[in-house]
């Protein structure tokens, strides 16, 4: 004799758990101004990063540039959205990542500078091109990186680079903190570290 099994449903029905606490309650978190008063408390190199544009030359001044991995060789540098310069990295696929001199402020200046063309940006500016980007001369060290990922974050873009040339040259950097031009105090020996 074959038994057979019935499902029995339960009809009661129990109470709805409560909603999960916010973590932060109804804040969703700082605003932008606190952000950035964080973010001015962070010590950065100085650097510029060019790329070859359809018309020419572009390049804008940076802080958020790190290195990413020895093996292989990549560099992480952020870019602002809807800059000229991002989009020369996407087209062409390749960019160069200059490591300013504390004495070149004048040059971080003028390519921090959203109004000024980027005729002017390089004008008395010695340029060379290696593998096919504008590198500039007497930077603390540079590379040139050959794009491999660009992702938005916010207002920005990650961009990771595989270096293909670099040279590293004496001097001190250009450091940024507290919204202003910084240097270093202690002396470094010149050359290739």
């Known amino acids: 004799m074959g038994a057979r099994l019935r499902l029995v449903t339960d009809r009661t029905t129990a109470p709805a758990p409560p909603p999960p606490e916010p973590l932060l309650g109804e804040e969703p978190g ?19 990063v060019t790329a070859a544009g359809a018309g020419g030359p572009l390049g804008m001044t940076v802080s958020a540039v790190t290195s990413l991995s020895a093996r292989p060789p ?24 200059h490591l300013l001199r504390e004495e070149q402020q004048d040059l971080a200046t003028r390519f921090a500078s959203p109004t000024t063309p980027a005729a002017e940006r390089f004008a008395g500016t010695e340029l060379r091109h290696v593998l096919g980007v504008p590198v500039l001369a007497g930077a603390l060290a540079w590379s040139v990186c050959l794009t ?46």
């Open 30 to 48: 700082p605003g932008a101004a606190r952000c950035l008063t964080l973010y001015a408390k962070l010590t950065a190199g100085v650097s510029v």
């Open 74 to 97: 990549l560099l992480l540098v952020c870019l602002r959205d809807g800059s000229r310069t991002l989009t020369a990295v996407r087209a062409h696929r390749a960019f160069a990542v």
């Open 148 to 193: 491999e990922d660009v992702r938005r974050y916010g207002d920005h873009h990650l961009v990771v680079g595989r270096i293909a040339a670099v040279h590293v040259g004496g001097g001190r950097p250009l450091l940024w903190h507290d919204r202003r031009f910084r240097s270093l105090t202690e002396r470094f020996p010149d050359g290739p570290g």
